[in-house]
Nanobody, 121 residues
């Protein structure tokens, strides 16, 4: 079993910055794709950004130029640097990972519990 724990959320004024972290822990796993998603109550969860082990990344249009996703494979940790935050960025941000065991026999999806980001105007 793999556990994902997000951290770094909080309250910030519009135009400010936050850095989110997602730490993966467990035994005998290898993470392929990791990503950040966000969800507002009453709305569908949406993709923010995803990254591969080699560092390629895709971003949703609404965060391009403002957010940067990165990962440290040695630490099994993913980050989301969020700059120029807007009130509409307010949401619960979730970490997601596609995981295989070390022999490549099993593929599972995991979600963290989420971290709240609130941007005030």
């Amino acid at each position: 079993q793999v556990q994902l724990v997000e951290s770094g959320g909080g309250l910030v004024q519009a135009g400010g910055s936050l850095r989110l972290s997602c730490a993966a822990s467990g035994i005998g796993f290898r993470i392929s794709v990791m990503g950040w998603y966000r969800q507002v109550p009453g709305k569908q969860r949406e993709l923010v950004a995803v990254t591969t082990r080699i560092g390629s990344a895709n971003y949703a249009d609404f965060v391009k130029g403002r957010f940067t996703i990165s990962r440290d494979n040695a630490k099994n940790t993913m980050y989301l640097q969020m700059n120029s935050l807007k009130p509409e960025d307010t949401a619960v941000y979730y970490c997601h990972a596609d995981v295989r065991d070390t022999l490549g026999y099993v593929t599972n999806n995991y979600w963290g519990q989420g971290t709240q980001v609130t941007v005030s105007s």
